[in-house]
């Protein structure tokens, strides 16, 4: 099996900066994908950012310029910088990865969550 622990949520004023760090361990033979995902109250689950193995980084326009996504491959753990953050960052932020395990399997594995909260 595969765990996702994400570590570094919290409350933040407006205008401040939280890192979420998110590390995975298990069965693991290759990681392809890795991102974060957020869910706010009453809403459902949407991307923030996504970084692959290797190639470009893909983030949602809302976060653009402000959030920044980074990973360690020998580590096998990604990290998310966040920076002017707004009230409408709040939600629980989710780890994602797709794991290729030891057994040839190919699947989705998420953390449990990190809750940040954006208020004064």
């Known amino acids: 099996q595969v765990q996702l622990v994400e570590s570094g949520g919290g409350l933040v004023q407006p205008g401040g900066s939280l890192r979420l760090s998110c590390a995975a361990s298990?069965?693991?033979?290759?990681?392809?994908?890795m991102g974060w995902y957020r869910q706010a109250p009453g809403k459902q689950r949407e991307l923030v950012a996504t970084?692959?193995?290797?190639?470009?980084?893909n983030y949602a326009d809302s976060v653009k310029d402000r959030f920044t996504i980074s990973r360690d491959n020998a580590k096998n753990t990604v990290a998310l910088q966040m920076n002017s953050l707004k009230p409408e960052d709040t939600a629980v932020y989710y780890c994602?990865?797709?794991?290729?395990?030891?057994?040839?399997?190919?699947?989705?594995?998420w953390g449990r969550g990190a809750q940040v909260t954006v208020s004064s």
């Open positions: 970084i692959p193995s290797g190639g470009s980084t």
């Open positions: 298990g069965s693991i033979l290759s990681i392809y994908a």
């Open positions: 994602h990865a797709e794991v290729l395990s030891k057994l040839l399997l190919r699947n989705d594995y």
